[in-house]
């Protein structure tokens, strides 16, 4: 917007005591007058009519695109509207489908409007929607995710995005995006990559089930070998060598983890 504003010649005016408003928008002071920028529920709130909006979304770019609604004065006064269509990164759609492949639920959480969200929704083929969310409703909606499919995985980079991320049994954070969120994920994925999601789910997998194989093979070593040496029936130089035999046995089978690439 920026951009357009200067190829336009039009001076952008400062804003002064500007104020997030948590899941619908922000709200300024410009030249002395009271300014919003935000969604639906903030127009509603603002007193605007239902009419008014719907025949501003009549003329706007596609009935598919986020939408920023823009008010001004005491009483609020509709002043118009901006469409952002967004842009799907690259490689998710693969991303989603390797956590699929992981028998892995997809689910797209976001404060954008039903239409919006289900556009992208059905580019990616994910499985379940919840769109129109604030803060508060993102944590609720993952506490009712987790009775029914836990354990429940959050990614996010915004700071609407910190309450469920901090709720969430394991919580991903890119590190293009808010502090807030960083702070309140488990995990920051040093690239703006989706894939690095699933290659770290399937990492983790591999480490858990290899800490469960060298727990078995240790328990049958200790097994066998405590009461042969108990009764007097191993040799002291056996049961050192075999003791050091299940110690490399061991790191061996946790140094195949080595091997792991993303994909494989």
């Known amino acids: 917007m920026t951009e357009a504003a200067i190829e336009r010649s039009i001076d952008a005016l400062p804003a002064e005591e500007l104020t997030e408003i948590a899941g619908q928008g922000l709200h300024a002071q410009v030249q002395g007058q009271a300014v919003w920028v935000g969604n639906h529920t903030l ?3 603002l007193g605007l009519s239902e009419t008014a909006l719907a025949e501003l979304m009549l003329v706007s770019s596609s009935q598919q695109d986020s939408v920023a609604w823009l008010a001004a004065g005491h009483p609020a006064r509709l002043l118009g509207c901006m469409t952002f269509a967004d842009a799907i990164k690259p490689g998710s759609r693969q991303a989603v489908q390797q956590l699929q492949a992981m028998n892995i639920m997809t689910v797209l959480m976001t404060g954008d409007n039903e239409a919006a969200a289900s556009k992208v929704a059905s580019q990616l083929e994910i499985d379940t929607v919840l769109a129109d969310q604030t803060p508060d409703s993102k944590a609720l909606a993952l506490q009712d995710l987790r009775m029914h499919h836990q354990p429940v995985a959050m990614v996010g980079d915004g700071i609407n995005d910190a309450p469920a991320l901090a709720s969430a049994d394991v919580s991903f954070a890119m590190s293009t995006g808010t502090d807030v969120a ?7 994925l040093m690239r703006a990559d989706p894939g ?4 770290t789910i399937d990492i983790s997998r591999r480490t858990y089930r290899k800490i469960r194989q060298n727990l078995f093979w240790a328990f049958i070593y200790n097994l066998c070998g405590i009461p042969l040496a108990a009764f007097g029936f191993l040799n002291p130089m056996i ?6 035999l299940s110690s490399v046995s061991v790191v061996s089978n946790a140094l195949l983890l080595r091997r792991w690439r993303p994909g494989r």
């Open 43 to 45: 127009m509603k709130s």
């Open 182 to 188: 960083m702070h309140a994920a488990d995990i920051t």
């Open 239 to 244: 049961a050192g060598g075999a003791m050091a």
């Open 196 to 199: 690095l999601v699933a290659a």
